[in-house]
DNA sequence: ACACGCTCCTGAACGC
DNA sequence: TGCGTTCAGGAGCGTG
C-alpha cells in the first residue's frame, strides 16, 4: 500500500487509541518480516506505556514512557488493524499488541502483511538519528526544509530523472510510485526530465505540488488501489482524485489528449505528453 | 561514490 | 474451472 498519505491516516488512528496506554502483551508469530523481528520485542515492550506517534517518511514511530521507539514499515501490502476486541487471527496476522487505555479499556493492534516486506523493530529514543533504516532520510515535504535551494543542491550533482528523484527517500521522504505522477502531473513536468534540466521556476512548482497533493490526499484518508486500508477497515478516497496513475489511454483532464504509461527504472510511470514539458 | 537492476513474498488479475 | 504468467503502492543490496 502506502506512501506518506496512507500511512500518516494510519498513524493518526492509531494516535487516538495508543496515547497514554499500557502494553498488556505483545504476540509474534512471525519473525521473518523484510527483516528478523528481534526478539526481545516482546519483553522490550510488555508494561510499558505508550506515547505520541509520529510519522518519519513512510515509518510509523511510537514512543514509550520507558524511552523506547516501536517502529513499523508497513512495506507494500502491510496493514494495522485496530479493534475495541481480540479477534480471531487470520491470515498474514505476524504481530498483535494488546493495550489497555486509561479508561480500563481493551484494545488490539494487529499488523498484517501478506508479502512481508515489513518490518516491526524497536529503537531506543536517542538512536532516532542512528537507525539503519531512519539515518538516510530524507526532508520532510511538509517541513520548511523543503527548499528550492535544498532541491538544487542535491540535483546539480545527480544524474537521473526527475521520476526517480522523487521516489529517493533520502531526498524527500515518503513519496511513491503513485504521489510521483500525480506529483509531476499537477506540477507539468514530464517524469523523463534530468534533474539537472529544471529551473528555479520547475523547482518551486514541485515543491507546491508535492505538499498539495500529499495533504489533499491524507484528508481523504490515502488512496486505495489494492491494499490499503485505514485501521478501521475504511477505504481511502483519494483514488477518485487520481489524475494520471492508472489512467492510461484515458483522456487527460488537462487536454483530453490520452495518458501514457512509460517503464522508468522498472515502475509504471503515468504522464500526459502534452500537459507536461 | 553513484546509478541501476535485482530481489524478497503473496495474491489478484489476466490470457489461453 | 484450471493453470501459467504478469504485475503490484517499497527499498536495501550487489554490481558495474
Not at 532516532?128 to 535544498?150: A, M, Q
Request: aromatic content about 8%; overall charge positive.
Amino acid at each position: 500500500m502506502p506512501e506518506l498519505p496512507e500511512v500518516e491516516t494510519v498513524t493518526r488512528a492509531l494516535s487516538r487509541i495508543v496515547r497514554r496506554s499500557k502494553v498488556k502483551s505483545v504476540e509474534i508469530y512471525r519473525t521473518d518480516l523484510r527483516w528478523k523481528v528481534p526478539d526481545d520485542l516482546k519483553e522490550t515492550l510488555e508494561n510499558d506505556i505508550f506515547e505520541e506517534p509520529f510519522r518519519r517518511g513512510k515509518y510509523i514511530l511510537i514512543p514509550t514512557e520507558k524511552g523506547n521507539i516501536l517502529l513499523i514499515h508497513l512495506g507494500m501490502s502491510g496493514q494495522i488493524k485496530i479493534k475495541d476486541s481480540i479477534p480471531t487471527l487470520l491470515k498474514h496476522d505476524h504481530i498483535r499488541i494488546i493495550i489497555e487505555n486509561k479508561t480500563n479499556h481493551i484494545f488490539s493492534i494487529t499488523y498484517n502483511d501478506p508479502r512481508r516486506f515489513g518490518y516491526v523493530d524497536y529503537l531506543n529514543k536517542v538512536d532516532i538519528k542512528k537507525h539503519f533504516l531512519l539515518k538516510n532520510i530524507g526532508v520532510e515535504p511538509f517541513s520548511e526544509d523543503l527548499t528550492k535551494n535544498y532541491l538544487h543542491n542535491i540535483f546539480k550533482k545527480k544524474i537521473t530523472n526527475i521520476k526517480n528523484a522523487l521516489l529517493d527517500q533520502k531526498i524527500i521522504a515518503g513519496i511513491g510510485n503513485i504521489y510521483a505522477s500525480e506529483i509531476l502531473f499537477k506540477a507539468k513536468i514530464k517524469p523523463h526530465r534530468n534533474v539537472n534540466s529544471l529551473k528555479s521556476k520547475d523547482l518551486e512548482l514541485i515543491i507546491k505540488s508535492t505538499k498539495e497533493i500529499l495533504k489533499k490526499s491524507i484528508k481523504k484518508g490515502g488512496t486505495t488501489i489494492k491494499d490499503h486500508k485505514q485501521p478501521d477497515g475504511k477505504l481511502g478516497y483519494f483514488k477518485q482524485d487520481l489524475a494520471v496513475y492508472g489512467k492510461e489511454n484515458k483522456k487527460c483532464i488537462g487536454c483530453n489528449n490520452l495518458i501514457e504509461v512509460s517503464i522508468i527504472s522498472n515502475r509504471s510511470t503515468f504522464f500526459c505528453d502534452y500537459c507536461q514539458k
